[in-house]
C-alpha cells in the first residue's frame, strides 16, 4: 500500500492541502480561497470557526476523498498558518470573536508603547529577542482586555492559526515553540518556554497552551474529527507552526546563513542564524526544532501593493506586471515609498505610509506598477542590511526566492538588481504546505530525518550594469521616508 503524509496550511487570503509521498511527489492537492475582514482602518480579522476550520476541514475531505489518495495509509498530517494570530475561545476551544491577524493588523498601538515602557525596551528585546511591534500577540491579548472585556470575562483558551486547527484534529491544547516565541513578550528565548512572569499578567485567568517543537507529534486524529475531515482515526497529527518558516523548511532553508524570501501579499524573510544576537528591526525567534534560532523581517505590503496599482489601472495584475517589463529600469524617474499599510522591519512604524516622488503627465499605469515593484526591492534591501549586522564579518547570506511572486521573471530579477545579490530559485514552490509535508514524513519515519525534496533549477545574477542606478535610488529612498514622515503627522 502506497503510504502519504498531508500538510495543510492556512494563508490569508488561501489554505491549501497537499498529498505527498515519500519521494516528495505531490499527488494531489485542493486549494480554498478566502478573504480578511477590515471592521476598521489597520484591523485585520478573520473567522476562526468558518475559515481556519471549515474550509480546511472541506479540503481535507476532498483530499482524501481524491482517487489518488483514497485507500493509500496517510502515515501523518502536519499543519501551519500564517501567525501569530490570536483566537480567543471558550474552555472548550470555541472561538469568541473573530480571530485578529498577524503583523498586518495594528490596533494596538498604544499597547506596545504601554508595554514597551512598562517593561523596558531593552529588557524585552534580551528576554525575548525583538522589539514590540504589530507583530508580537502580546499587546494584542491587553488590547482585547481593555477593549473588549466581555469577550475576555469569558476566555479560557488563545490560539494561532495552526494551533486552532491542531486543537480541532486532536483535541490538544497546545502550541509550538516557534509561535510562542512570537507571542512577545510572553517567552523566554534563553529559557526555552514561556515568560512565565509577563505571561501570566498578559493571559490573566488564562490557561498558557503547553509548548512542543513544530515536529514533534502533538496528538491524533480524534474520531470526530476523522468523520469531518476523512482522515483516519488515529493518524498522528504534528504541533506545526507559522506558514513562512514551514515554507523556509520546504526548500531547504535550514543550515546558517541560508536566507528566504518569500514573496506574497506581504513579504517575508527569513534567515538562520545561530548567534542568538538581537536586533532592534527585525525579529529573533525560536527555530522549528530545540537549539535552532532564526531572525525574520516582514514589509506589509508587495504583492498587495501590486494588486493595489492593478486595482487602479483596471488590469488585471500580472497582465500590468508584463506590461512594466517594458519600462526602464529607475521608472523614468518615478519613485515610490511603499509603505501603504504602514511598515514592519525594519522601521517598525504603523504610521508610515506610501508616497510617489517624481509623477508626470507622461508616467502611464505599467511605470506605477514598475516603480511599486521597485519600491518593494527597495524595502528588501533595507532588511538584508539589518540581517547583514548580525552575520560574521566576511560572510554573506544564501538567497532562496520562494511564493507566488518568485515565479514570474520580472520581479525577483528587480530585487536581485536593486540588492545586488543572487536568489535562486527551487523546483517545487508549492509553498508552506509542502514543508508541513515534509515535517511529517520525518516525524513519523516515512523518511530519515535530513532529508531535504528540494532542487535548485535556476539563479537569478544581478546586472552589475544597474548598481549605480540603484545605489542612486536606493539613497533617494531612504531620504525620502525621513524627509516625509514628519509631514504625515500633520495630515
Known amino acids: 500500500m502506497t503510504e502519504f503524509v498531508v500538510g495543510l496550511d492556512i494563508g490569508t487570503s488561501s489554505t491549501k492541502a497537499v498529498a505527498v509521498d515519500q519521494s516528495g511527489a505531490v499527488i494531489a492537492s485542493v486549494t480554498g480561497k478566502h478573504g480578511v475582514s477590515q471592521p476598521r482602518p489597520g484591523w485585520f480579522e478573520q473567522d476562526a470557526e468558518q475559515v481556519w476550520w471549515g474550509q480546511s476541514r472541506q479540503l481535507l475531505a476532498g483530499l482524501t476523498a481524491d482517487e489518488r489518495v483514497r485507500g493509500s495509509a496517510i502515515t501523518g498530517v502536519c499543519v501551519s498558518g500564517m501567525g501569530p494570530c490570536l483566537a480567543v475561545g471558550d474552555a472548550a476551544g ?16 498604544a499597547e506596545i508603547d504601554e508595554l514597551t515602557r512598562r517593561f523596558g525596551a531593552a529588557a524585552i528585546l534580551a528576554r525575548g529577542g525583538s522589539a514590540l511591534s504589530s507583530q508580537a500577540a502580546g499587546p494584542k491579548l491587553l488590547w482585547l482586555q481593555r477593549h473588549e472585556p466581555q469577550v475576555w470575562a469569558r476566555a479560557a483558551t488563545f490560539f494561532s492559526a495552526s494551533s486552532f486547527l491542531v486543537h480541532r484534529l486532536t483535541g490538544e491544547y497546545l502550541l509550538d515553540h516557534h509561535t510562542a516565541s512570537q507571542f512577545d513578550p510572553m517567552y523566554d528565548l534563553a529559557a526555552g518556554g514561556w515568560a512565565d512572569d509577563w505571561a501570566a499578567e498578559l493571559s490573566p485567568g488564562v490557561a498558557l497552551p503547553r509548548l512542543a517543537w513544530s515536529g514533534d507529534i502533538a496528538g491524533a486524529v480524534t474520531g470526530e474529527a476523522a468523520g469531518a475531515t476523512g482522515l483516519p482515526a488515529g493518524t498522528p497529527v504534528l504541533a506545526g507552526t507559522v506558514d513562512a518558516w514551514a515554507e523556509a523548511h520546504s526548500v531547504g532553508v535550514r543550515a546558517a546563513g541560508d536566507l528566504m524570501i518569500m514573496y506574497g501579499s506581504t513579504l517575508f524573510l527569513i534567515g538562520i542564524d545561530p548567534s542568538g544576537r538581537p536586533h532592534d528591526g527585525l525579529w529573533r525567534t525560536a527555530g522549528l526544532a530545540p537549539q535552532t534560532s532564526t531572525l525574520a523581517a516582514g514589509m506589509a505590503t508587495s504583492g498587495l501593493l501590486a494588486d493595489w496599482v492593478a486595482r487602479l489601472a483596471g488590469q488585471p495584475t500580472g497582465s ?8 526602464p529600469p529607475g521608472a523614468d524617474g518615478l519613485l515610490l515609498l511603499p509603505y501603504f499599510a504602514g511598515e514592519r522591519s525594519p ?3 504603523p504610521g508610515a505610509r506610501g508616497v510617489a ?4 503627465l507622461a508616467h502611464t499605469p505599467e511605470h506605477l506598477m514598475r516603480a511599486a515593484l521597485e519600491a518593494i526591492a527597495l524595502g528588501v534591501r533595507h532588511n538584508l542590511e539589518a540581517f547583514d549586522s548580525v552575520r560574521p564579518e566576511g560572510t554573506s547570506w544564501r538567497l532562496v526566492a520562494v511564493g507566488g511572486g518568485a515565479a514570474g521573471a520580472l520581479w525577483p530579477q528587480i530585487v536581485t538588481d536593486v540588492t545586488g545579490r543572487e536568489q535562486a530559485i527551487p523546483a517545487q514552490v508549492i509553498g508552506a504546505c509542502y514543508g508541513d509535508a515534509l515535517l511529517a514524513a520525518t516525524a513519523t519515519g516515512l523518511v530519515p530525518a535530513d532529508t531535504d525534496w528540494t532542487t535548485i533549477t535556476g539563479v537569478v545574477r544581478p546586472r552589475r550594469e544597474l548598481a549605480s542606478l540603484y545605489d542612486e535610488r536606493y539613497r533617494v529612498y531612504r531620504d525620502l521616508f525621513t524627509a516625509t514622515r514628519p509631514l504625515l503627522d500633520r495630515l
Open 320 to 327: 500590468l506586471i508584463a506590461g512594466a517589463e517594458t519600462v
Open 94 to 109: 470555541a472561538p469568541l470573536r473573530p480571530a485578529i491577524l498577524y503583523g498586518i493588523d495594528m490596533r494596538a498601538e
Open 357 to 360: 516622488l517624481g509623477l508626470t
Open 347 to 349: 522601521l517598525f512604524d
